[in-house]
């Protein structure tokens, strides 16, 4: 058996840039209202229900935007609280436009905790840095999370809660 490989070379679609620095907001030592934006992607619902479940979020603001577009303008006025969670980034252009509108949120003055799956989490890192937001929260969850159950993706939120209860404390 004859096996042909073939090397491609593949760029980076990041450019180096002389972003302005975008300053992360701090979190406030007590959270009196949180967003938490969901792309509809699939089971990103679950897993932020699972972060609120968990952390004992009390009526938080619940947003619901495309994963293949910007937050509009309403919608990103809508997310605006103490703190914002923003799921989920488990593929390239929603992890894009989730990055996207994190910093668009902390532009406004909303403190944000992303969450990627692991897979994408180093491009949403890199995103950001990009777009001088270097420092933008993010956390990571076990990818892959489309196809899976719904007690699967528990799990995987329950694996978050350290991490972001690290980042609020």
């Not at 994963?67 to 799921?87: H, V, Y």
């Not at 996207?100 to 949403?124: N, R, W, Y």
Request: glycine share 6%; hydrophobic share 40%.
């Amino acid at each position: 058996m004859k096996v042909k490989i073939i090397e491609r070379e593949v760029l980076n679609p990041l450019a180096d840039t002389e972003a302005l620095e975008v300053e992360i907001n701090p979190i406030p030592e007590k959270i009196d209202s949180i967003s938490l934006v969901d792309n509809t992607k699939p089971n990103a619902d679950v897993l932020l229900d699972t972060i609120r479940e968990n952390l004992k979020f009390k009526n938080p603001i619940n947003v619901r935007k495309p994963a293949g577009a910007p937050g509009t303008d309403e919608q990103i006025k809508q997310a605006q609280a103490d703190l914002s969670i923003l799921a989920l980034g488990d593929c390239g252009s929603c992890t894009t436009w989730l990055i996207l509108d994190a910093i668009k949120l902390e532009k406004q003055g909303t403190p944000t905790i992303s969450v990627c799956s692991d897979i994408f989490a180093p491009f949403a890192r890199e995103l950001a840095e990009s777009y001088g937001a270097g420092g933008l929260r993010i956390v990571e969850v076990e990818h892959p999370l489309a196809g899976q159950s719904r007690k699967s993706i528990e799990n995987k939120g329950q694996k978050l809660i350290n991490q972001i209860k690290s980042i609020i404390d």
